[in-house]
C-alpha cells in the first residue's frame, strides 16, 4: 500500500503544477493584443476656398472737409488736429455779434462695417500757434453745429433755423454734441454737418476785462469725432 504522506504530497504537487500552469496562461493572455485598424479625421475654421474662415470686421470713418463732398475727398485722419475746416472768409475777422461757419462730411470706408459718432468739446489743436496767451478769447467763443440734409443744404446761419438739428450749443470749450448720428456700413450714406463759431454781442469776459480786449487774437479749436462700431 502505498505511504499516505506521498499520494498527498504527489496531490499538492499536482494542484500546484496546475494552478502555475493556469497562471501561466492567464499571463499569457496579458500579453496578446488583437491588430486594429485606425483612422483619424481633421477638420478646419475656413472658408470653403482654403482661406481662413475665422477672423475680425473692420471699422473705419472717413472725413470730408470740403463741400459738395466729392467722394475723392474722403479721407481718414486720426489724430490732433486732422484736417482744417473751411471756414467762411471772415473767420479770422470775427468782431461782437458776428458768426463763422464751416461744413464737415463723414462716412464710413469701403468694407467697414457701420456704427454711431459723436462729437466732442473742442480742445486746442496741436502745434497750431494763437495769440490769446490766457484764453480769453477761447472763452469768449461759442460754438454750434448742425446736422444737415441733402448733398445741396447751405452751411450758413440757416443750417440752425430747426432745433431738431442742432447737436451742440454752448461754450467753445465745454459743448459736445448731445445726441450720436448713425453711419451706415460701407459708405452707403454721409452724415453733414455745419459749425458755426460766433462771438456773442456781450461774450463771457474776467472781471475787469473790456471786450476790447479780444482785439487782435486767434483761437485754434480742434473736434473730434469718436465713432463706435456695432
Known amino acids: 500500500m502505498a505511504d499516505t504522506r506521498t499520494v498527498v504530497r504527489a496531490r499538492r504537487r499536482t ?3 496546475a494552478l502555475a500552469a493556469g497562471g501561466a496562461l492567464v499571463v499569457g493572455g496579458l500579453g496578446y493584443t488583437l491588430a486594429s485598424w485606425t483612422d483619424t479625421e481633421w477638420v478646419f475654421g ?12 473692420g471699422f473705419e470713418v472717413e472725413q470730408n472737409v470740403t463741400a459738395p463732398f466729392a467722394a475723392a475727398g474722403f479721407t481718414s485722419d486720426e489724430t490732433n488736429p ?5 471756414f467762411t472768409v471772415d473767420a479770422l475777422a470775427l468782431s461782437p455779434g458776428t458768426a463763422t461757419y464751416a461744413p464737415v462730411a463723414l462716412r464710413t470706408a469701403a468694407d467697414s462695417i457701420a456704427g ?5 468739446a473742442a480742445v486746442p489743436a496741436d ?3 494763437v495769440t490769446d496767451a490766457d484764453d480769453t478769447l477761447w472763452d469768449a467763443l461759442r460754438v454750434r453745429v448742425a446736422t444737415v440734409t441733402g448733398t445741396t443744404a447751405a452751411c450758413d446761419a440757416s443750417a440752425f433755423a430747426t432745433p431738431a438739428d442742432v447737436i451742440a450749443d454752448g461754450p467753445l470749450g465745454t459743448t459736445a454734441a448731445t445726441a450720436t448720428q448713425r453711419l451706415a456700413a460701407d459708405g ?5 454737418y455745419c459749425f458755426e463759431v460766433s462771438l456773442p454781442e456781450a461774450p463771457t469776459l474776467p472781471a475787469g476785462t473790456s471786450v476790447d480786449a479780444l482785439q487782435g487774437r486767434t483761437a485754434a479749436p480742434a473736434w473730434q469725432f469718436a465713432a463706435e462700431s456695432d
Open 188 to 192: 452707403a450714406s454721409t452724415q453733414r
Open 46 to 57: 475656413g472658408d470653403g476656398s482654403g482661406e481662413g474662415g475665422v477672423g475680425t470686421s
Open 116 to 120: 454711431d459718432v459723436a462729437l466732442r
Open 15 to 17: 494542484k500546484a503544477f
Open 82 to 86: 486732422g484736417q482744417a475746416l473751411r
Open 127 to 129: 502745434g497750431v500757434s
